[in-house]
């Protein structure tokens, strides 16, 4: 399958959402591309390449942004399958997306390509916090970091990223978007995997 993973807004940073899905579905023997399109343009010669799309939706203005990216696939493309996966894909069942992955999406997201490849029914709305498989992010493809925030130190302007090392929160903060899908369990991502990460970023 060929699929088109992208990102509307990360926090100014190079999407980990498009490079943890980018490992997993190239293990799987999928082909796959990402686009942040915070700092690239859509091309819709993509569009038509690929069999899939789905889009990171991590947090409230990238699922605003989401929405609108759906309407524009679906112009674009009324036949190709679109999902929304991350933190806020429950709340968007009005979107326009066929299917919605929230919490530890990978698994379903695989699961997703998985059957739309073989040609069987897909879920709608998925959403998953029980313990899956960590892989280190594919960042190779991704816009450099150069077109990212960097940091500001001691007059000098340096490139910066971020890795992730957990996901959930031990805390439920009534203000927080996280509790509702991980009520106060946290999900560490293995020691190995967040160094690995991190030499790549910084090779």
């Not at 379903?108 to 709305?125: F, Y």
């Not at 916090?129 to 280190?136: E, H, I, L, M, Y």
């Not at 450099?144 to 302007?157: F, I, N, P, S, V």
């Amino acid at each position: 399958m060929k699929i088109l993973l992208l990102s509307t807004y990360e926090l100014g940073r190079q999407p980990i959402h498009l490079a943890s899905p980018l490992a997993a579905l190239a293990a799987a023997g999928h082909q796959a591309k990402g686009v942040d399109l915070a700092v690239e343009e859509l091309d819709q010669a993509l569009v038509a390449w690929a069999d899939a799309a789905a889009i990171s939706v991590p947090m409230h203005t990238a699922t605003r942004l989401a929405i609108g990216l759906v309407e524009d696939l679906k112009r674009l493309r009324p036949d190709l399958p679109v999902a929304l996966y991350g933190l806020y894909a429950g709340v968007a069942e009005d979107s326009g997306a066929d299917a919605l992955f929230a919490g530890e999406y990978e698994p379903a997201l695989m699961a997703w390509v998985h059957t739309l490849a073989s040609g069987g029914a897909t879920p709608t709305v998925v959403t998953f916090t029980g313990r899956s498989q960590f892989a280190v992010p594919r960042r190779d493809g991704l816009a450099a970091l150069d077109q990212y925030a960097r940091l500001e130190h001691g007059g000098e302007t340096r490139l910066a990223a971020a890795v992730e090392a957990s996901h959930g929160c031990r805390h439920r903060c009534r203000h927080c978007p996280i509790p509702p899908l991980y009520d106060g369990r946290m999900r560490i991502v293995p020691k190995n995997v967040v160094l690995a990460d991190i030499d790549q970023l910084v090779a």
